[in-house]
Structures are given as C-alpha cells and as structure tokens.
C-alpha cells in the first residue's frame, strides 16, 4: 500500500461504499452525506499518492469511473426512498448523470489524441530541435494532469445540490447543482478542443526525425552510449554519464525507453530517446565510430546490426556475478574490462569471448573515491553494512540480509570499543523476496534503536552548534538546489521539454558545486558516533565509502568499488561454500575477512580498523586492487580515452577498405544464362572448368542489392569479396 496512511484511506473507501447503499435503504441524508464524503476524500487521497491499489481496481472491473457511477446511482436509490422519485430533482439528477457521462467520452478522446499527438517519435535533451521544427507549447498542466478524475470529480456539485435539496425539500439548490456539473464539464470539454487542431499541435513524425537527423549531420556524434531497460535500471546509464562528459570525441546518449529518459541524471551530453526500432535505424548515425552498451538487453540488436562502427560491452559493474560473463557478450567486438580480472573470468568462463577482443579500460567511476588514510583521531571508527538485493533466483548466496543482515549489525552495534554503523540497502531490497523485505524491516529497526540508546548514552556528545550550523548550510543548499530544479526546466510535457531540453552548463557546474556542499554538510548535521540508515539516492554509495573506514557486504560490484579505497572489508559468505571454496569462486573477496552467517569473524574486520598497522590483509588488498581495477597510472579516464580512440580506427579503417572494395567491383555483375548452368564454388557454373565463365544471362546481383537502405549511413551490410565478371 505505501504506507500506513494509505492502507487507512483504501480500508476507508473500501467500507464507505457499503456504508453509502446502507444509508440509502435506511434512508438517511446525513449518513449518506458522510459516507459519500469518506469516498470522495480516500479516492482523493490514493489517487493522489498514486497507490498501488487504485491502479489495480481498474482490472477486477472496479475503476474509476465505475466507482463514480455507483456513489451517483445509490444516490439515485436514496431519492427513490425517500419517496422523491416523482420529483422534478429525481427526473433532473437522471438527466444530469446520463448528460454528464455522455461527455466522458469526448474528454477521454480528446485527453488521448493531445497526447498521443503530443508524443514525440524522438525525445532529446541536449539537441537544438527548437531552431529546427516548431514544438508548440503544451496545454495547460491542470487540463491533462489526472483528468479522469478532475472530470468526473465534477459530479460533486450536482452530489451535494441534490442532497441538500432532499434534505430541505426545495428543489431549486438541486438543480444549480446540477447545472454546475453539466456546465463545468462541457466547459472542460471545450477548453480541451482547441489542442487538437492549428498550431497547437505538434510536427508530423516524419518532420520531427527529419530535424533530429539534420542535427546530427552538424554534430557528428562519434561515440554513442546505447542503453534499454526498464525504469528502476536507470542507474546503470547514470554511473556512465560523468565519463561520457570526459570523453575526447564527441558523445551521444541514445535511450529506448521514455521511462529512463525521465530517471536519466542531468548530463552536459546530448540524448536521444528513440522508443522505435525502425525509427532508430533510419537515423543518420554515419558519423559513429564506436557504439558502447551497458547492459545485455534484447533492444541492442537494432545498433549491432550496423557494421560501420565498433560495438563494445562495457556493462554496468564489475563483480564475480555471472552477469559480468554473459554468453552474449561475444556478439560485440571487444569487451571492456577494469583490470586483468576481468579477462580472466571469460577466460575460466569459457563462453566464446576471445581473449584478443578484452581490453582492460580501469572504472572511470571511481575517481571520486579516496585513499583510506586511517581512522581520523578522536572519532570512533565508521563500519558500513552494503548488502546487495536477493536476485530473481532465490539463490541464498545472492544476499546476507535475510541469513545473516540482523547479526552482522547487532554484533556491529554492541561492538567494544564501539564503532558508527551506517546501514545502506540496495534499493531493490524486498522486490522479490519477502524474507528479504522483512529483514531490511527488522534491521533498520535494530539500527535505529541503537541510534536512540547511543543518543542517550553520556559517554557519546556532540557539537550541537555545529550541527545546527550545519543543518541550516544543508536547507540552504537544498532551497538553492530546488530552485535550479526548477528554473529553466519545462513545466509542460515531452515534447516541450525535448524543445526546451538544453542544460546550462553555467547551472550544472552550479548543481555539482552544490551536490558537494551538500554532502559535506550532510555528514557534520549529526554526531559522528550516529549510527545511520541511509537510503535514497543521497548521499551516494561512494560517499558512503569515504566516510566510512571498513565495509561489510556481499558478492556484488560495490565489493570491486570498494577495493579502490585500499580499506579493510568483510564479504559474507551467505551459501556456506567455507572460506577457501568462497575464495576460489570469487576473486573480489581473497583480500576480505569472510563471514559465516553468525558472523563470528567480524572481529577480525574491526582489529584491522582500529590498528593498521597490524592489518594482515593490507599487501592483499594492493594487489588485489590492482588485479581488479588496474594500475593507478594512467589514469582511468585515460585509458578509457585511448581504447575508444584505438576502436575508432580500427572502424575507420574498416570502411575505407569497404569503400576500397566496392569501388573495385564492376557495375555489371555475373547473370545467369537460360538455363546453361547454375552458380558453383567461386563464380563457376556447375560442370565448368576452373575460369570458365557464365555466359551471358539475366542479372543475378547487383551493388545496389547489397546495400540496406535503411542504413545508417547507407554503408553496405554485407559485400561478396569476390565477384565474376559477365564479360
């Protein structure tokens, strides 16, 4: 339901409309009158907060307009009880309701042609369209946003006139009443009319694609970062955007979902949202050299298809997972790895990705994590709990939350001398699994109860001046933040915000600058002893790791990030495959402490915080972060620049020499003749000696049946090496 409130107000509207034929058979007015308000106000109140329950009414035939019609015919029964079904405002609430529900279906097609006419073929940010094609502005919010409901909520003035005028037996308050809600609907009606004709609508498709194309033939994006997939996997095109701004060639985003648009963090990069496959292989995308994908979805096969630039997996983490060696990964020509783990793992996979086509790039994206230096003096030492989500298997290996989450942090809790817990879920935790959704409860409950006794305890204070300097720097930064959210932003929809959608860079720096202060801030607004659940997109994972001094999580990417602070770490080994098996499958963790599911080497992980010097893992873990991440020099948005580089020569090159080869090929092609013979090996007729030719005959090929039309940059798909001459 969301959450407790939510379950009230669905408990409540569920009650009401029984309540509400209960209080038309008595009959009573009053009771009706509050039954009819409690619905009125729950439905308000879900559909507001978007709950899931309303969203599911609908299939089981319970919708909203459903639900309407119902309140307004038991009010119809009230009337008829109350021995007014011979009255002029019986008659006229019968009129109103038929009158008002024929105009639900002009206000339904009209809201779905704006915006199905509104609805952009491509969606950009970042792209010139506005000096292109003329995108007029969107109606009003207040026409579309939730406007079944608005609509049908105008029932309400003929509700109550028809109500009070039972009520008081004057039947002039019923029907102004009833005139309102006619009135008021056909006026909505009206106001909707004049978007769906002029120049208030939107190009054709044909004339958006056309603007969208003559940009990139000025642009010349070169390299394209590819992504699909679903709302929630937003973040895994989100930790790439920083590097494509680092990138020395020109960058182009392409998305295949509108739902990822509107998750994408704000970039400096141009993006292109193409939902449709044919509409994105008929983009003029010539100019690309190199294609990068994050992830192994089924949509990639609509770029992998052109053989005009290089395709290059580079993913969206780095772990022992067998996502990071999916079979599929062959199909791209090379694979981009952080370090000799990387090629290693598809080596001992054996999945047919060739060790020749690997190139070790470092992970650009943990640039901002820092060196551990040691615990600060005077401040207690920082543990942060990071366990990953449960997986779609139920494979018990996949996370320690639900085995071993509650006794890693009581243990961390009642450690002495005492340590900072902050506790970071990843925010898929309990999608899947129950247990794993009531072990995340059960642990920010022990986290926060800590927090409380901690608060009270004497021997912990703090700086309560600093705090509240601090908290007041943090709703500083926030009214700022805010603010530049919502300056120069399109308040209207999709297609406004792709005319609209070029960012400032002045303001995006601002936003950085800002995001910073923000975190710093953050982390003195409480004590530094404050045991901390932390969820939410802020503060960031990374910045977890740098304020924190040893990490204990499970077999993931946060693991291989982690390493790059050189901190000490723990891995909980939730399958009990024993210390030395885990070690062998998973080569993030032959630098960790491991932990059972009791998590009785925990110890082991705080000794090494409190003394470093007498840490038995510190040489380990050098090496390890090597072995994973690479060399710290050059750097890793280096050699991510000359791998990228490297691969567009190598596709340069490809084309000159197809360029080379088809110019080489004669105009006419080989035919074949009445009947005299059929094509052999090489050119020759079946029967024919070695250089004998076909003799003259209708076409069999032609260079213009080698060419996919459709092609970006109408290079050809494939090309026959060799060809014989007819001649």
């Not at 109500?163 to 009443?177: D, K, N, P, Q, T």
């Not at 779609?392 to 009581?410: C, F, K, Q």
Request: proline content about 6%; charged content about 20%; aromatic content about 6%.
């Amino acid at each position: 339901m969301g959450s407790a409130a939510e379950l009230a107000a669905a408990v409540l509207m569920m009650l009401g409309f029984p309540a509400l034929m209960l209080a038309a058979l008595v009959p009573s007015i009053p009771a009706f009158a509050a039954a009819a308000a409690v619905t009125y106000l729950a439905d308000h109140y879900l559909h507001r907060k978007g709950s899931y329950l309303v969203n599911r009414l609908s299939k089981v035939r319970a919708g909203l307009s459903i639900r309407f019609l119902i309140r307004e015919l038991l009010l119809l029964l009230l009337l008829a009880r109350l021995s007014l079904a011979d009255n002029l405002v019986y008659y006229g609430a019968v009129a109103c309701f038929i009158a008002f529900y024929g105009l639900q279906a002009p206000h339904g097609a009209l809201v779905t042609l704006i915006r199905n006419r509104r609805r952009m073929p491509v969606a950009t940010r970042n792209v010139d369209l506005a000096s292109r094609v003329r995108i007029p502005d969107a109606p009003p919010r207040g026409l579309l946003h939730r406007s079944a409901e608005k609509m049908l909520h105008l029932d309400l003035a003929a509700v109550v006139g028809i109500l009070v005028s039972a009520w008081l037996e004057h039947s002039a308050i019923g029907f102004v009443g009833i005139g309102l809600t006619v009135g008021l609907g056909l006026l909505y009606v009206l106001a909707l009319m004049p978007y769906v004709r002029g120049r208030k609508i939107p190009p054709k498709a044909e004339l958006v694609l056309a603007a969208v194309d003559d940009w990139l033939r000025v642009y010349r994006p070169e390299t394209v970062l590819y992504f699909s997939g679903s709302k929630d996997s937003a973040y895994q095109v989100n930790m790439w955007l920083e590097t494509m701004e680092q990138l020395d060639s020109r960058p182009l985003i392409i998305l295949r979902e509108r739902a990822i648009l509107a998750n994408l963090a704000p970039t400096t990069v141009p993006v292109v949202c193409v939902p449709g496959g044919v509409h994105l292989m008929n983009l003029d995308l010539s100019t690309v050299r190199v294609a990068l994908y994050a992830a192994n979805v089924g949509k990639n096969i609509h770029l992998l298809r052109v053989p005009t630039m290089k395709h290059v997996f580079i993913g969206h983490g780095d772990s022992d997972k067998l996502a990071s060696v999916n079979p599929f990964s062959k199909v791209y020509d090379e694979v981009w790895t952080a370090g000799r783990a990387g090629r290693d793992r598809y080596a001992i996979a054996d999945v047919g990705v060739r060790d020749d086509d690997i190139v070790e790039v470092g992970r650009p994206q943990l640039a901002p994590i820092q060196t551990w230096q040691g615990v600060p003096e005077g401040r207690i030492p920082t543990v942060l709990y990071a366990p990953t989500w449960e997986g779609w298997d139920g494979n018990p290996g996949n996370t320690s939350i639900v085995l071993a989450g509650e006794n890693i942090v009581r243990k961390l809790v009642t450690a002495d001398p005492p340590v900072r817990v902050l506790y970071k879920p990843h925010p898929f935790t309990g999608t899947v699994s129950k247990e794993a959704g009531a072990a995340h409860q059960r642990i920010t409950a022990l986290v926060e109860r800590a927090a409380a006794e901690r608060a009270a305890d004497p021997r912990f204070t703090s700086d309560t001046a600093a705090q509240t300097a601090a908290k007041a720097e943090l709703a500083r930064v926030e009214a700022r933040l805010a603010e530049l959210s919502g300056k120069g932003g399109s308040s209207g929809d999709e297609a406004e915000a792709t005319r609209d959608g070029l960012l400032d860079p002045a303001r995006h720096e601002e936003v950085a600058r800002l995001r910073a202060e923000w975190n710093d801030a953050y982390w003195r607004s409480f004590p530094a002893h404050e045991h901390r659940v932390i969820t939410g997109a802020e503060p960031r994972l990374y910045d977890c790791f740098n304020v924190s001094d040893a990490m204990v999580s499970d077999i993931s990417s946060v693991v291989s990030d982690f390493i790059a602070s050189g901190k000490p770490y723990a891995v909980t080994d939730s399958a009990e495959l024993g210390v030395e098996e885990f070690k062998r499958q998973n080569t993030a963790v032959r630098a960790a402490t491991i932990l059972s599911n009791r998590a009785e080497a925990l110890g082991e992980l705080l000794d090494a915080v409190r003394d470093p010097s007498a840490d038995p893992l510190a040489a380990d873990r050098t090496e390890l972060k090597r072995y994973l991440l690479g060399p710290d020099e050059p750097t890793s948005i280096e050699q991510f620049n000359t791998a990228v580089a490297d691969l567009a020569i190598k596709a340069e090159t490809r084309n000159v020499g197809q360029e080379s080869r088809t110019a080489a090929v004669p105009a006419q092609r080989v035919g074949v003749g009445g009947g005299e013979g059929t094509a052999g090996p090489r050119g020759t007729k079946r029967g024919a000696a070695p250089g004998e030719h076909f003799p003259r005959g209708p076409r069999l090929l032609h260079a213009c049946d080698l060419t996919h039309q459709n092609l970006p940059g109408r290079q050809p798909l494939f090309m026959v090496d060799r060809l014989v001459s007819s001649e």
